[in-house]
């Protein structure tokens, strides 16, 4: 605007206010909807709101389950069910449930419904230039996701988990804390990595499968089967 244009009556606040509504465009914060009000999505609510510049970028609208009783369980507004939600234009949304089986049939059931999914990597996780990270994945502090890996959608890595150099991880697996997966591993979709298991270099866990707490992977592990120990081995129920 030229300067003798402010001497046109209402010129000036005319310029004021689209000063005020490009400052209010820039702040804006994008909003997230957690799903699942558990213990992780608890646990993603405080992870999340601590880390630098979060705040800055995202705001929590709330949390929607399944499970009425858990309405008080996370500190945000609780906005019903998972059923019922419908997916707004411009709301991602953070799958918090722990489960691979049912945060799959979750992720897929909001997604046919339109909804999209954020993917949120926390400041402090070594993330290499060349690894590939799908839509919705959650990366907790001090993880690591090497070099040429690749994280199908959906995809839960905790803290201090490794992701080595070449991995691929299926949509809507868990990799629990401290779980180590050697180079080349290939893991299937929906697969279930307990706390401080490991994968030896280029094995295979099959999708859905489920490896114990501390558990070693020598060999590869059809799909389906839950194993436990070192080696690993299949549990019979």
Known sequence: MADG??????ARLAELARLKRIIAEANEKTPLVLVGAGDLGREVYARITC??????KY?????????????????????????????????LLVNSIGASRTRAR????LKAKGGKFATLIAPNATVCQDAEIGEGALVFDNAV???????????LVHNMAVVGHDVTVGNDSVVEAFVFLGGHAEIGAGV????????????KVGDNAVVGVSSTCLTD???????FGTPAKPLKF
Not at 106 to 109: C, G, I, K, L
């Open 5 to 10: 244009d402010y001497e046109r009556p209402g």
């Open 51 to 56: 880390w630098p510049g979060f705040n800055d």
């Open 59 to 91: 705001k929590i609208a709330g949390v929607i389950d399944d499970d009425l009783s858990r309405d008080k369980n996370v500190a945000t507004p609780f906005l019903g069910t998972i059923a019922d939600y419908q997916p707004t234009p411009g709301v």
């Open 106 to 109: 979750v992720y897929a059931a």
């Open 145 to 155: 996701i090497s070099a040429n890996a690749k994280l199908g959608e959906d995809v």
């Open 192 to 203: 279930q990595l307990h706390t401080r298991s490991t994968v030896l270099p280029s094995m």
């Open 221 to 227: 592990i059809p799909q389906g089967t839950t194993v």
